[in-house]
């Protein structure tokens, strides 16, 4: 079991760009999360995905947008990049029967020139 | 929303037990969590407890739950060298995903 993989592991934007990042989910998890880790600060919820739609979502503007695909995968879409947007950015899987068994992955590094 | 708090550093000795502490404010939580955190690496779940729970043991770890004082403790015993890294304690906060801490940075001294 591959765990939660995520790609890429680091990327490298210039501000007013978009960028995308995906991530796909243990084996048998069919919930998606994402969460936003800025250097020496704990992850934020931006936005969790279950049957492809979004169910709850955190403080995070529209510019942060998501996508879940029939084999549960999951895409983070972020819009018009800010410097305040460099960051880790993680997946966590979990089945939706089972929340309290949040995997996360390596995470994707981001850095907004 | 959650709020959760943890003290920054712990230092301890190789071999010594480890006390890592954390309180939160939203007593609707239904699982409390810790999670570790190596140098460039994701989070590692390493374990939760159920908040109907006042401890849950499980190997070297020990998770003590006061639900009146909102204070969360994790336990390592016998610390090691390898179990140098950034703990993180979190919340379920309902609509929002899990509500993390700061995270502690466990030193250890040989």
């Known amino acids: 079991d591959a765990g939660v993989t995520q790609s890429p592991t680091h990327l490298i934007k210039t501000r007013g760009q978009q960028v995308t990042l995906r991530c796909s989910p243990k084996s048998g998890h069919d919930t998606v999360s994402w969460y936003q880790q800025a250097l020496g600060q704990g992850p934020q919820f931006i936005f969790q995905?279950?049957?492809?739609?979004?169910?709850q979502r955190g403080n995070f503007p529209d510019r942060f947008s998501g996508h879940q695909f029939p084999n549960y995968s999951s895409e983070l879409n972020v819009n018009a990049l800010l410097l305040g947007d460099s960051a880790l950015y993680l997946c966590?899987?979990?089945?939706?029967?089972?929340?309290?068994?949040?995997?996360f992955g390596p995470g994707t590094r981001l850095l907004v020139l | 929303g959650e709020d959760v708090e943890q003290s920054l550093f712990l230092s301890v000795r190789e071999g010594d037990s480890s006390v890592i502490n954390c309180t939160y404010t939203?007593?609707?939580?239904?699982?409390l969590y810790w999670y570790k955190q190596e140098p460039g690496a994701g989070l590692q779940l390493l374990t939760y407890?159920?908040?109907?729970?006042d401890m849950k043991q499980d190997q070297r770890l020990t998770v003590l739950l006061n639900k009146k004082d909102k204070h969360l403790s994790l336990r390592i015993a016998d610390t090691q060298t390898g179990d140098s890294a950034i703990y993180f304690c979190?919340?379920?906060?309902?609509?929002?995903?899990?509500?993390f801490g700061k995270g502690t940075h466990l030193i250890i001294q040989p």
């Open positions: 995905y279950y049957e492809e739609e979004e169910r």
């Open positions: 407890i159920f908040s109907n729970m």
């Open positions: 939203d007593s609707s939580s239904t699982y």
């Open positions: 979190a919340g379920e906060g309902g609509a929002d995903g899990l509500t």
């Open positions: 966590a899987s979990n089945p939706a029967i089972r929340r309290e068994t949040q995997y």
